[in-house]
């Protein structure tokens, strides 16, 4: 039987965090005292307050929708005190790309192969910083296996963007991010190919709706199984085994990259 | 009527009607009430000039309906001059479906700062052949060399034969339409466009690809901070009923159809009424409008990608 660890929450991801933790007794419970397990905002310093919990004598800390900062210091923290760190998003650690089976990431791989275009849109409510947007649009769309190259910025607003760049066969890619309170804050991801399609539409996290992964064939069309898990209980899930087993994530490193992108794109 | 009196004898038999190679004995018919233009894009500012003249009751033009604004003014004038109400055949702005969620969406144009198109469609004779018996298909062009000159041809093709069916949706939720500019312009193999357009406050991201899918997706949105229109519409030619329309808010969402007909039908249910004098057409001023709106859009994403007609555009600015 694996460990049960101990957690707290910084008050502003307090609700969140007991929310995921309530479908997940047996593996976590509420610290008294000092914690195992930290849920960090994800808000302006969260590297400084994380590193701050990891000397505290932390095993790991959950980041909830971390902000582009630069994750190196606390990497190095980390890892030399055996820590682990996960980052929760609600897009990029949707369970369709971080659990097992990988499906949705051979449904984008094949469409990949040969697509034409990669054009993605990312919802997000009124009020959210393009920067913050398009951290989390990054994310999901290399969460997805999309690999990206000479993004440039098109149009930077303060309720969007537009960035275009090349797939690797050279294809065009349009990211496209908006807000709106009308819509769900969902990221789709669609790969078009000469004969068809793949769809990836990635929901909030506040609740436990299921990725939406459909794939056009010329012989038709398939929609992976539905999995009604938030991203938040699969990172908790991320993080209890990585602390369980004493191997590290590489949720900081692959968030390195993203971040030093944004602020090269958003300058 | 038709140049080759084989295709007008052909079409002519099926509906039992008379058949000419030429224009001034089709106007000078007088049993012919309406004049419908689908000839090249090149003959239509002539063609709808001569029908007006002949005194008919409507015309439908196929879009778009002239090549320049001079040619559409000079359209507006014989229209107005005659009385001829003319109808211009961008079939969505006649979808039912759009008009059900026009008449509800209240204030939602004046918050709406972001639109996107999406048209993804299989080879046209997947529908064309449930809508007729094509009798001598000419095939589809191909596409010429790479390059800049085929790049800018095919964005400036695709916005005048495909975006322009919904730039005047386009153009409804763009207060500032006339300041349109082209950001990014990107021709798709083998067919489309990416084309990321700013006119005022307004962002709008074009998309389009023709390939040998067999699922046509043809998506349109407008969406502001507290509410936003989506519509999908169902495929070009065939008789597929009408798009869905959802207006959402935060708190509900409307939906609109399907209804029974399309915008062709509607289209033709509307030249139906002009002819009996119980319908009203579309301004002259929003059919220029839409015009000018979309050749702006076009010679602009054309000079994305091909320099010497970027700095052409740039020294008539």
């Not at chain 1, 669609?190 to 794939?215: H, I, K, N, Q």
């Not at chain 2, 001598?136 to 010429?144: E, L, S």
């Not at chain 2, 009408?242 to 209804?259: D, H, L, M, N």
């Not at chain 2, 062709?264 to 839409?290: C, H, K, Q």
Request: aromatic content about 6%; glycine content about 8%; proline content about 7%.
């Amino acid at each position: 039987m694996s460990a049960r660890f101990l957690v707290a929450a910084e008050t502003a991801v307090a609700g969140t965090t007991a929310a995921a933790l309530a479908s997940l007794p047996v593996s976590f419970g509420p610290a008294a005292g000092a914690p195992d397990v930290l849920a960090v905002a994800g808000d302006a310093g969260w590297t400084g307050r994380a590193a701050a919990a990891i000397r505290r004598g932390a095993r790991g800390v959950l980041v909830v929708e971390p902000v582009a900062e630069d994750p190196r210091a606390i990497a190095a923290e980390a890892a030399d005190a055996g820590a682990a760190v996960a980052l929760d998003q609600a897009w990029a650690g949707n369970p369709v790309l971080t659990a097992p089976p990988a499906a949705a990431l051979d449904a984008v791989a094949g469409a990949m192969a040969n697509a034409v275009l990669c054009d993605s849109v990312a919802y997000a409510l009124p009020g959210t910083a393009a920067g913050t947007l398009l951290t989390r649009h990054l994310c999901a769309v290399l969460a997805c296996g999309v690999e990206l190259s000479g993004l440039r910025m098109v149009r930077l607003q303060p309720g969007g963007y537009l960035l275009a760049g090349q797939l690797p066969g050279g294809a065009p890619v349009a990211l496209h991010g908006t807000t709106t309170a009308a819509l769900p804050s969902t990221a789709r991801i669609s790969v078009l190919t000469r004969t068809g399609r793949t769809d990836v539409t990635l929901p909030e996290a506040s609740a436990a709706g299921p990725a939406d992964v459909r794939t056009v064939t010329a012989d038709g069309s398939t929609t992976l199984p539905t999995r009604f898990e938030s991203a938040h209980r699969r990172s908790w899930l991320r993080l209890h085994a990585a602390v369980d087993s004493g191997n590290g994530l590489d949720d900081l490193e692959r968030f390195a990259a993203v971040a030093a992108l944004v602020r090269n794109l958003t300058g | 009527m038709d140049v080759d009196p084989a295709v007008a004898e052909s079409v002519a038999a099926r509906v039992g009607a008379r058949f000419s190679t030429s224009t001034d004995e089709l106007l000078a018919d007088p049993e012919v009430d309406i004049v419908a233009i689908c000839s090249p894009h090149q003959f239509h500012a002539e063609q709808v000039i001569a029908a007006c003249r002949a005194g008919k009751k409507a015309v439908l033009c196929e879009k778009p309906f002239a090549m320049s604004g001079q040619e559409a003014e000079a359209i507006a004038a014989v229209s107005a001059e005659t009385g001829v109400p003319i109808i211009v055949g961008a079939m969505h702005t006649f979808d039912p479906a759009w008009l059900a969620a026009e008449a509800a969406w209240g204030s939602l144009p004046g918050q709406v700062h972001t639109i996107r198109s999406s048209i993804v469609l299989p080879p046209n004779p997947r529908f064309e052949d449930f809508a007729t018996e094509v009798v001598g298909r000419t095939p589809p062009p191909g596409r010429p060399q790479t390059g800049p000159d085929a790049d800018a041809a095919m964005l400036s093709g695709g916005v005048m034969g495909l975006a322009i069916h919904d730039l005047p949706l386009v153009r409804r939720f763009c207060p500032d339409f006339a300041q349109v500019r082209v950001l990014h312009a990107e021709a798709l193999a083998p067919f489309g466009y990416v084309l990321s357009l700013q006119a005022g406050d307004t962002a709008i991201e074009l998309r389009a690809a023709m390939n040998d899918t067999w699922e046509p997706d043809w998506s349109f949105e407008a969406i502001g901070d507290d509410a936003a229109l989506r519509i999908d519409f169902t495929p070009s030619y065939v008789q597929a009923g009408s798009a869905t329309a959802w207006i959402r808010t935060r708190e509900e969402t409307t939906v609109f159809g399907p209804f029974g007909h399309n915008g062709y039908e509607g289209e033709w249910r509307r030249l139906a009424a002009l002819a009996r004098g119980t319908g009203t057409a579309p301004s002259a001023a929003t059919l220029i409008d839409d015009l000018e709106f979309a050749l702006a859009i076009a010679d602009a994403a054309a000079g994305r990608v091909r320099p010497a007609a970027a700095a052409a555009a740039e020294a008539r600015a």
